[in-house]
C-alpha cells in the first residue's frame, strides 16, 4: 500500500503553503487528497497571497488561484491516512472553532501519524490542545498563543525555518518548503535515491510567469536535494521577476491576478549550460517576449542540442518553437498553443484536459499547472531521482 496524506482546507489559506505541498507529495508517488469542513469533493476552496515587503509592517493579501477540493470531510477519518499537512494562512483562524476540525487533528498526534504544519496552521493544534511540551516554530506573530497552548517555542531564525519534534514538523512560511517537504518525507518514512551528485537545475524566468508554474518545480526539485538555479535575462541574483495567477473561472479563457513576487537565485548572463543537468521552463506570459531575446533562444537550443532533460509547461512551449527545437517530436502544451507547435513541426499530443503531462526523449512537455505531478514526476524520471518507502 502507497502513502496516504490530508491537506486540511479552508478558504483564505495561502496559496503556496496549499498547492506546493499537494502536488509536488503527488509528484512523489503520495495520495493526497484535500478536503474543507462544509464543503465536498469538487467544491473549491479560495486562497490567499500572502507577502511582506521590507515598505510594510506586515504582509499583504491579494486573491490566489481557486483550489478544488477532491475528497470531503464529512467522509474522513484520521485512521485512513499516514500524514496531514496544515497549511496557513486566514484560514487556520475559522477552522480552529471547528470541532470536526480539531478531533481529525487530536487523531493525528494520538496514533502518532506524520503532520506538517506551517505559518498560521498551528493555530489549530493549539485549540486542539495537541502541542503541550512540543517544540515547534511558526510565523512569529503566533509565538504567545503557541506557548499559552504549552508549546516549547522555537524562534525562527529566518522565514525559512523548519523545525522536527518527533513526528511533528513545523515551518515558519512557505519560504522554507523544501526542507518543510523534505522533513515530511521523512517523518513518512521515506528517502530520495539519486544517482551521482545533487542535480543542478535551471529555470529560465521572466515577468508575469506564472505563479505556480515556477514555485510549485521550483520548491519540489529543492526539497529532493537539487541544486535549483532561477535566472531572468538583464535582471541579477536576488532581483524579483513578478508572476501571475493564471485560472480557470467559467470565462472563455484563463483569468489573470497578480502573484507572488519570485526572487531569482543567479544571474543569467553567466550561465554556463555545462554545468547544469536539466532546464525547467514555466508558462504564463514570460515566454512571449522570452521568445524575442536571441541569447535565451541560444540557451534554449543548448539544452536540447546537449540532450539534457527539458521540462517546459503551458505558455513555455512558445519559447521551445521559437527556438526550433521541436520539429519531429511529440508533445503537448496549454491548448492556445498548438498553432505554435504544429507550425513548428511537433507531432500534437491531444490532451483532453490540462491535467497531463508527457516525455519524448529528453522532453517533457504538460498543458497547464493541474498537470504539475506528472510533469515533475516525468522530470524526476530523466533526472534518475527517486523516493522510496
Known sequence: MGKKVLVLCGDYMEDYEAMVPFQALQAYGIQVDAACPDKISGDVCRTAIHYKSAAHQTYSELRGHNFTLNATFGDLSSDDYDGLIIPGGRAPEYLAMNDGVLDLA?????????????CHGSLILAAAGVLKGRKCTAYPSLKSVLVDAGADWVEPESMMSCFVDGNFISGATYEGHSEYLRLFLEALGGSITSEGPPKRILFLCGDYMEDYEVIVPFQALQALGCVVDGVCPNKDSGENCLTAVHDFEGDQTYSEKPGHDFTLTAKFETVDVSTYDGLVIPGGRAPEYLAMDDKVITLVREFMEKEKPVASICHGQQ??????????RKCTAYPAVKVNVVLSGATWLESDTVFRSFTDGN??????????PEFISQFMK????????
Open 319 to 328: 519559447l521551445l518553437s521559437a527556438a526550433e527545437v521541436l520539429k519531429g
Open 382 to 389: 530523466l533526472l534518475c531521482i527517486k523516493v522510496v518507502f
Open 363 to 372: 522532453l517533457v512537455t504538460a498543458g497547464a499547472w493541474p498537470a504539475h
Open 106 to 118: 487530536r487523531g493525528f498526534f494520538r496514533s502518532g501519524k506524520a503532520v506538517g504544519s506551517i
